[in-house]
Nanobody, 122 residues
Framework: QVQLVESGGGLVQAGGSLRLSCASS????????MAWFRQAPGKEREFVAA????????YYADSVKGRFTISRDNAKKMVYLQMNSLEPEDTALYYC???????????????WGQGTQVTVSS
């Protein structure tokens, strides 16, 4: 069983930065691929970034490539999303997710956090 708790969201001006964190409970964190998804009001949940269990492989949505960086610390059971050059279009509820293998769709993840709100003002 894996429990995920996101933090680090907030209100930021366009061009600013935020760092999201996801804390995991459970002894098997290091065996899980981790991902970030986001959902804006009235829109479907969309993939943002994913990272393999080892941290050696990462995946990004085209819309965030070059601006966002996903990383993990298996010793601390944490995964992070560094978000730079934020745009109003990045405004959404951001979710952390986990499963045995990295996937680019939400259906590939069994475990989810409750989300942290990111709001980017223009």
């Amino acid at each position: 069983q894996v429990q995920l708790v996101e933090s680090g969201g907030g209100l930021v001006q366009a061009g600013g930065s935020l760092r999201l964190s996801c804390a995991s409970s459970g002894r098997t964190f290091r065996s899980y691929a981790m991902a970030w998804f986001r959902q804006a009001p009235g829109k479907e949940r969309e993939f943002v970034a994913a990272i393999s269990w080892s941290g050696k492989t990462t995946y990004y949505a085209d819309s965030v490539k070059g601006r966002f960086t996903i990383s993990r610390d298996n010793a601390k059971k944490m995964v992070y999303l560094q978000m730079n050059s934020l745009e109003p279009e990045d405004t959404a509820l951001y979710y952390c997710a986990a499963d045995a293998q990295a996937a680019l769709n939400s259906g590939g993840y069994h475990y989810w956090g409750q989300g942290t709100q990111v709001t980017v003002s223009s």
